[in-house]
């Protein structure tokens, strides 16, 4: 065997494999075609196929309201948007134009998302033969929305997207797979996760998920540069790659390679600044938008703030949120450091450095606690990472189980199933998000005892066997 076999690594897995025969025997041969990665791409084909059906009722259904979406679940955020952020007239997202501005909101998301969703409309209008959209500018944006036209292109940019977020499922489960060579069936919890089955088509979190997996890869085989080109496009995707370069000061701090942090953050600012600049010079108010946005946004769905805030009833500002919030997560960032710097020294007589993927686990699920909302696709974030920060099912299980319970009250909440008939809070949401907190605390506690006792971290036993330059900070 060149590698680790799941069936005699994992317990959950091992069985399971009862069912089949049992774990994978002393002198099996390995099959000549079906390596572990094409496995990995199949199922997770397979798996995104099947997300595609489960949002299939929302996408294809006609003459039902907002809340019988909520009550399937299968609400994605791609259609919604074509028409009221210009897509449909394929407008610049970031045009200073006074009657495309006077006529669509500009798209409150980063750059990185906002440019995809303008390439994929353009793909979407020449799909559908390239209509006149000079024509609709001429037209009220109300009459748009009837315009049977235009429906079809709604459909037809969800299938153009679903599309692409497919290849950035498999692209990041490819690189997953290789980014510890020895075990390329750590990444099959993100390729068969219900997580990435139900909210991969939500909104357009994948693109970023997809870079911080080449990150992950990309560290994996010492290639600095790279990990920040990565990192910095992530960030322009979303904020939260941007934090990875924590865990990376920490392991070159741990190295002795504080250079290597230089160039990595360097080139971060660099990739970040130059995917940035076409928005920003085409139009500086609206890529401000994004930011303050975020900045004058309250206490809001998913959050420990909503749940304190209705639960006390104290209408907490937005001022009072964004000070809040961003302390505790400094606080909780130099906790992580603290636990960086000081877990795993001289383990069995070897230096084991905490790797990228259970230091960016820790610190972005602190982001995630602390932050004012937590949308239901805000899990992918995680997913990349905890998968490699803690490739043990049962793990994997508990805490996506809580993602999943949270994922059902969400659109309960939404659609009014879970308000009180004699009025009031749903309180039975707030159960939902604490059960969502709780998941993310118990895989974080268990990460830090590995870092502590590396004896429960199978990646950090298998890696005694293979000590080399670059193998402790993977």
Same mark, same amino acid.
Request: net charge neutral.
């Given at each position: 065997?060149?590698?680790?076999?799941?069936?005699?690594d994992?317990?959950?897995v091992?069985?399971?494999?009862e069912?089949?025969g049992g774990?994978?025997?002393?002198h099996?041969a390995?099959h000549?075609w079906?390596t572990?990665?094409?496995?990995? #791409?199949l =199922?997770? *084909?397979?798996?995104?196929? %099947? $997300?595609?059906v489960?949002?299939? @009722?929302?996408?294809? /259904?006609?003459?039902?309201?907002?809340n019988?979406?909520?009550?399937?679940?299968?609400?994605?955020?791609?259609?919604?948007?074509?028409?009221?952020?210009?897509?449909a007239?394929?407008?610049?997202p970031?045009?200073?134009?006074e009657q495309?501005r006077?006529?669509?909101?500009?798209?409150e998301?980063?750059?990185?998302i906002?440019?995809?969703?303008?390439?994929t409309?353009?793909v979407?209008?020449?799909?559908n033969?390239s209509p006149d959209?000079?024509?609709?500018?001429?037209?009220?944006?109300e009459?748009?929305?009837?315009?049977?036209?235009?429906q079809?292109?709604?459909s037809?940019?969800?299938?153009?997207?679903?599309?692409?977020?497919a290849? #950035?499922? =498999?692209l *990041?489960?490819?690189?997953? %797979? $290789?980014?510890?060579r020895a075990r @390329?069936w750590?990444? /099959?919890?993100?390729a068969?996760?219900?997580?990435?089955l139900?909210?991969g088509?939500?909104?357009w979190?994948?693109?970023?998920v997809?870079?911080?997996?080449?990150?992950l890869?990309?560290?994996?085989?010492?290639?600095?540069v790279l990990?920040?080109v990565?990192?910095?496009?992530?960030?322009a995707?979303?904020?939260y790659?941007l934090?990875?370069?924590?865990a990376?000061?920490?392991?070159?701090l741990?190295?002795?390679?504080?250079g290597?942090?230089v160039?990595?953050?360097?080139?971060?600012?660099?990739?970040?600044?130059?995917?940035?600049?076409?928005?920003?010079?085409?139009?500086p108010?609206?890529?401000?938008?994004?930011w303050?946005f975020?900045?004058e946004?309250?206490a809001?769905?998913?959050?420990l703030?909503?749940v304190?805030d209705q639960?006390g009833d104290? /209408?907490?500002?937005?001022?009072t949120?964004?000070v809040?919030?961003?302390?505790?997560?400094?606080a909780?960032?130099?906790?992580?450091?603290?636990?960086?710097?000081?877990?795993?020294r001289?383990?069995?007589g070897?230096?084991?450095?905490p790797?990228?993927?259970?230091?960016?686990?820790?610190?972005?699920?602190?982001?995630l606690?602390?932050?004012?909302v937590?949308?239901p696709?805000?899990?992918l974030?995680?997913?990349?990472?905890?998968v490699?920060a803690r490739?043990?099912?049962?793990?994997?299980l508990?805490?996506q189980?809580?993602?999943v319970?949270?994922f059902c009250?969400?659109w309960?909440?939404?659609g009014?199933y879970l308000?009180p008939?004699?009025?009031?809070?749903?309180?039975?949401?707030?159960v939902g998000?604490?059960?969502?907190?709780?998941g993310?605390?118990?895989?974080a506690?268990v990460?830090?005892r590995?870092?502590?006792r590396?004896?429960h971290?199978?990646?950090a036993?298998?890696?005694?066997?293979?000590?080399?330059?670059?193998?402790?900070?993977?």
């Amino acid at each position: 065997m060149t590698h680790v076999h799941p069936t005699r690594d994992d317990g959950v897995v091992t069985a399971l494999s009862e069912v089949v025969g049992g774990p994978m025997g002393d002198h099996a041969a390995p099959h000549r075609w079906w390596t572990p990665t094409r496995v990995l #791409l199949l =199922l997770t *084909a397979l798996v995104f196929a %099947a $997300g595609l059906v489960q949002k299939a @009722p929302c996408s294809l /259904a006609e003459g039902h309201d907002q809340n019988w979406t909520y009550s399937h679940m299968c609400y994605t955020d791609l259609k919604p948007l074509y028409v009221p952020r210009g897509l449909a007239e394929h407008a610049w997202p970031y045009s200073d134009d006074e009657q495309t501005r006077a006529r669509y909101k500009v798209m409150e998301y980063p750059v990185g998302i906002a440019y995809w969703a303008w390439g994929t409309a353009w793909v979407t209008h020449w799909l559908n033969g390239s209509p006149d959209v000079s024509a609709r500018y001429k037209q009220p944006v109300e009459d748009l929305y009837g315009d049977p036209e235009v429906q079809d292109e709604e459909s037809i940019f969800l299938l153009v997207n679903a599309v692409g977020f497919a290849a #950035l499922a =498999l692209l *990041a489960v490819w690189l997953l %797979a $290789g980014v510890h060579r020895a075990r @390329p069936w750590d990444a /099959a919890a993100f390729a068969l996760s219900p997580a990435l089955l139900l909210t991969g088509l939500i909104n357009w979190d994948l693109l970023a998920v997809a870079l911080v997996a080449g990150a992950l890869w990309a560290w994996s085989r010492e290639r600095p540069v790279l990990t920040g080109v990565l990192i910095g496009l992530g960030t322009a995707a979303k904020l939260y790659p941007l934090f990875l370069l924590g865990a990376v000061l920490v392991i070159c701090l741990r190295r002795r390679r504080p250079g290597r942090f230089v160039v990595t953050a360097l080139w971060a600012v660099v990739a970040w600044v130059v995917a940035n600049a076409p928005a920003y010079l085409s139009g500086p108010e609206q890529w401000h938008v994004f930011w303050s946005f975020n900045a004058e946004r309250k206490a809001d769905l998913g959050s420990l703030w909503l749940v304190l805030d209705q639960a006390g009833d104290l /209408a907490i500002s937005a001022h009072t949120v964004n000070v809040w919030s961003w302390a505790l997560f400094g606080a909780w960032c130099l906790g992580v450091f603290a636990i960086g710097m000081t877990a795993g020294r001289r383990a069995a007589g070897i230096d084991r450095v905490p790797r990228l993927a259970q230091l960016g686990y820790l610190i972005v699920v602190g982001f995630l606690l602390v932050n004012k909302v937590y949308s239901p696709q805000y899990v992918l974030w995680l997913l990349p990472l905890a998968v490699l920060a803690r490739p043990r099912w049962r793990d994997q299980l508990v805490w996506q189980a809580c993602e999943v319970f949270y994922f059902c009250t969400v659109w309960w909440y939404l659609g009014g199933y879970l308000a009180p008939t004699g009025g009031g809070d749903a309180g039975f949401y707030w159960v939902g998000i604490v059960v969502r907190v709780l998941g993310e605390l118990y895989l974080a506690a268990v990460i830090v005892r590995d870092l502590y006792r590396p004896d429960h971290d199978p990646v950090a036993l298998e890696r005694v066997e293979t000590v080399g330059a670059g193998s402790l900070s993977r």
